[in-house]
Every structure is written in structure tokens, then in C-alpha cells.
């Protein structure tokens, strides 16, 4: 049963700072990993996605790819009130396997 | 442009009585079709997904079941709901030739059972 485990959280960051998220999986076999962003209510959407061993950016956001270590990340860079959500970390062999989310909230 | 549509998207409903989601993708073709579920606090939970017409493959074995009548459609259905059925249920999709794209969510249905 391929797992992906995320810290729950909550993370909470004041406003500017950078947030740092973390994603490890079990499925050596995978080969794509994504981050979604799930504000409370609404369905995820997706932010980043991320094939290849080491880092690629989009804007405020970072992601890292360690597929040794079997870990993802994501960093926000200048945070603000609006990236207070649920981060979702999906990994796919055939399908995803979503984590359970960790919670950011940014402090004004 | 590709979007995706369910509804209804909220919806309350007694135990034992029966369940119909649907959800359509426009603008694609020949996508491949998801199903999850969401329990309050919790990730997201596969129940079915769908390559083709009248396709499907279940995760999760339970009282739920899932049917593809067109190839941009995809329906959820329960004969008898239990309470353990209420959660956020998200229909997603992906275009069909590269199973590893990226997932696309819907706006989902939040499914209370009491």
C-alpha cells in the first residue's frame, strides 16, 4: 500500500516569511509528484507539480524533489493571508495517492 | 478551455436512502474519470476512477458504485446510504493518454447523511 505522509500541522507563519512544507512517500516507483491547495470549503487546486530531482519555481512558490530520500517539499517565499489553506501532496505511480494535508496559517 | 461540473453541490439525505452524484468534463475528450471522498479533517480517499466508457475500477470496497453511461460522464450512486457516507465527494480528471498528468478537481458535493 503506497503511503504519503505529510506533517498535519498547523503551520503558522507571520506574514513574509517563508513556509515550509514536507511530503515523504513509500512508493520508490514513483514518478510525478504535485502539491495542491485547498482552501476550507472548496475543492484542491493544483499549484505545483514537479518530475525531476531538485528544485523548480514558480513564482513565490519552490518545489524540491529528493527522489533518494523519497521526499518533496514546498516552500512559500514572502507569505501572505491569502496562502492560509490546506496543502495537499499527491504522488503518482498509476493514480495519486494524496497526504492528509498540512494546515498553513499566515499571520497578518 | 476544459472544465468540469457536479452537481448538486450540496446535498442532504437520510440513511438508507439512495444516492446519484454526477459530474461532466467539457472541452476534453476520452478523459480519465475520478471519484474521491473527503471526510471532515481528512485527505482525500479514491473510491473509483474510469479510462473509457463503462470502464470502471473500484478502490474501496462499500456501498458505493460508479458508472460511465458517455465518455464525459461519470456517476456516483448508492442504493442504500449509511451515515459513514457523508463527506466531500470530489470528481477529477485528467487527460486520457498520460495517466501521470496532473488531476483537475471539480467543485465538488458536500453529502450529509443523518
Known amino acids: 500500500q503506497k503511503e504519503v505522509e505529510q506533517n498535519s500541522g498547523p503551520l503558522s507563519v507571520p506574514e513574509g516569511a517563508i513556509a515550509s512544507l514536507n511530503c515523504t512517500y513509500s512508493d520508490r516507483g514513483s514518478q510525478s509528484f504535485f502539491w495542491y491547495r485547498q482552501y476550507s470549503g472548496k475543492s484542491p487546486e493544483l499549484i505545483m507539480f514537479i518530475y525531476s530531482n531538485g528544485d523548480k519555481e514558480d513564482g513565490r512558490f519552490t518545489a524540491q524533489l529528493n527522489k533518494a530520500s523519497q521526499y518533496v517539499s514546498l516552500l512559500i517565499r514572502d507569505s501572505q493571508p491569502s496562502d492560509s489553506a490546506t496543502y495537499l501532496c499527491?504522488?503518482?505511480?498509476?493514480?495519486?495517492?494524496f497526504g492528509a494535508g498540512t494546515t498553513v496559517t499566515v499571520r497578518a | 478551455s476544459q472544465t468540469i461540473h457536479q452537481w448538486p453541490a450540496t446535498l442532504v439525505q437520510p440513511v438508507g436512502s439512495p444516492l446519484s452524484l454526477e459530474c461532466t468534463v467539457e472541452?476534453?475528450?476520452?478523459?480519465?474519470l475520478y471519484w474521491y471522498r473527503q471526510a471532515a479533517g481528512r485527505g482525500l480517499q479514491l473510491l473509483f476512477y474510469s479510462v473509457g466508457i463503462g470502464q470502471i475500477s473500484s478502490e474501496v470496497p462499500q456501498n458505493l458504485s460508479a458508472s460511465r453511461p458517455q465518455d464525459r460522464q461519470f456517476i456516483l450512486s448508492s442504493k442504500k446510504l449509511l451515515l459513514s457516507d457523508s463527506g466531500f465527494y470530489l470528481c477529477a480528471w485528467t487527460p486520457g493518454l498520460q495517466i501521470e498528468n496532473e488531476q483537475f478537481f471539480g467543485p465538488g458535493t458536500r453529502l450529509t447523511v443523518l
Open positions: 472541452g476534453t475528450s476520452n478523459p480519465n
Open positions: 499527491a504522488v503518482n505511480d498509476y493514480k495519486l495517492s
